[in-house]
């Protein structure tokens, strides 16, 4: 089970972001929790200026703009 | 779970900088080429549909409906191609690279850098709070973060492509120009008044460190995926608004007659400018909608500090963003931020009018 959080304070791209992950962790078999984080102490704690950002098991693996599916598949299966 | 050994994904992603490029340049030559073709010929076609009908394509409606047909495909077109190479260039920067090329960065120097950076780095407006947040906490200068947050809105790349098309490269440039300077001077002010005791306690508390992003090479065919990705985002999302905005201008075109607006936003009429300011702050709208009315609103007498005045207004603040930005800041600062932004409008619009009378 890989952790996956989705930061962002709830604009569309957050959200389409979050979908995206589960979209693509479902495609390759990856199981996987995800999480949204709203709170903008929290989003700030993980080091990121812009958003949607994404943790992977604790990682910031990225910041800023929806993601290419691919790059996530990348993240994913990483 | 982790995936073992050489994982059979069905389609093995590329990593970035590794994509294959020669098919994107040559399609972007195929659609450069027609993109030429087609406009060039706006013109005349327009002409031709116009006189096809039994209109006098001298009459108000003649006049109006040519307007439309021939504005609409060229402020598209137009627009279509400045957003391109602005979303190719500002593959070359992001949020993360700009924060820390500015944090410990000096006033005066960091505020001009910082509004610089404010039109070229990618940014949406959800993510002003968070970008604050992460500006400053990592050490980059109040007034540094406002030249920043001023610029970005203020200078986009629609409301550019627009003037360009419409107004001209001069006035594109000089709205540049002075939004830049707005930028700065705006932002400079707020560092002197050393306001950091301003922000919301959280915030001021909160000391992060950079987060460590594997740093992505990006190749040519990525720049050129950014520039159609913001061509299918940008354009797809604010065609409504230009053609609604061609539609009105076009009708203020056919049946306003000229000058009729000179004596109330003519340049004679200084209190025009401080006017257009206090309507254009509350209300929200985006560059789209509002460029094709400013310049026919223009066309009939209206003066060019005028109007440029009450789209920057309309543009660089509006009341949804310090909604969220109260977030972060006191009332007081918020106050402080609307106050040293408008004054800066307010002043380039006597500037504009006194300088393109």
């Known amino acids: 089970m890989r952790d996956v959080k989705v930061l962002g304070p709830g604009c569309k791209r957050c959200v389409a972001t979050a979908e995206m992950v589960q979209t693509e962790a479902d495609r390759l078999g990856i199981a996987v929790a995800v999480e949204k984080v709203t709170d903008l102490a929290a989003i700030a704690r993980y080091g990121i200026a812009a958003t949607p950002g994404i943790v992977i098991d604790g990682k910031v693996v990225h910041a800023g703009g929806l993601p290419k599916p691919e790059d996530v598949a990348r993240w994913l299966a990483a | ?357």
Request: net charge neutral; charged share 10%; glycine share 12%.
């Open chain 2, 1 to 357: 779970m982790t995936l073992a050994g050489p994982a059979p994904l069905p389609s093995a992603p590329l990593p970035p900088g590794r994509r294959p490029v020669a098919g994107r340049i040559a399609g972007l030559a195929v659609l450069a080429v027609g993109w030429v073709a087609v406009y060039a010929s706006l013109r005349p076609a327009a002409d031709a549909l116009v006189r096809l009908t039994p209109l006098d394509p001298d009459g108000a409606l003649g006049q109006a409906i040519a307007f439309f047909l021939y504005d609409t495909p060229k402020v598209l077109m137009l627009l279509t191609l400045v957003v391109f190479a602005m979303g190719v260039v500002r593959s070359f920067f992001s949020p993360e690279r700009t924060r820390a090329l500015l944090s410990g960065r000096r006033e005066g120097i960091g505020n001009v850098l910082a509004a610089g950076l404010g039109v070229l780095t990618p940014f949406c407006s959800c993510s002003a709070v968070p970008l604050f947040i992460g500006f400053v906490s990592a050490g980059v200068p109040l007034g540094v973060t406002f030249s920043f947050l001023i610029a970005a809105p203020m200078i986009n790349e629609v409301a550019l492509g627009l003037l360009f098309a419409l107004l001209g490269w001069q006035v594109a440039l000089a709205y540049l120009g002075f939004g830049l300077a707005i930028a700065i001077v705006a932002g400079w002010t707020i560092g002197r008044l050393h306001l950091e005791g301003w922000l919301e306690g959280w915030v001021r508390e909160l000391r992060t460190a950079p987060a460590d992003l594997p740093a992505s090479s990006l190749g040519l065919a990525d720049r050129i995926d950014a520039g159609t990705e913001a061509v299918r985002d940008i354009v797809g999302r604010v065609w409504p608004w230009v053609i609604a905005g061609i539609a009105v201008g076009a009708g203020i075109h056919g049946w306003v007659p000229a000058d009729q607006l000179a004596p109330i936003m003519g340049r004679d009429a200084w209190w025009s400018v401080p006017a257009a300011v206090a309507i254009g702050i509350p209300m929200y709208s985006n560059a789209a909608g509002i460029v094709p009315v400013v310049e026919a609103l223009l066309g009939k007498g209206a003066a060019l500090g005028t109007t440029l005045a009450f789209m920057m207004s309309v543009i660089a603040l509006s009341a949804p963003e310090l909604v969220i930005l109260r977030k972060v800041l006191t009332l007081r600062l918020i106050a402080v931020f609307v106050a040293v932004v408008g004054l800066g409008i307010l002043a380039v619009g006597f500037l504009f009018n006194a300088l393109f009378g």
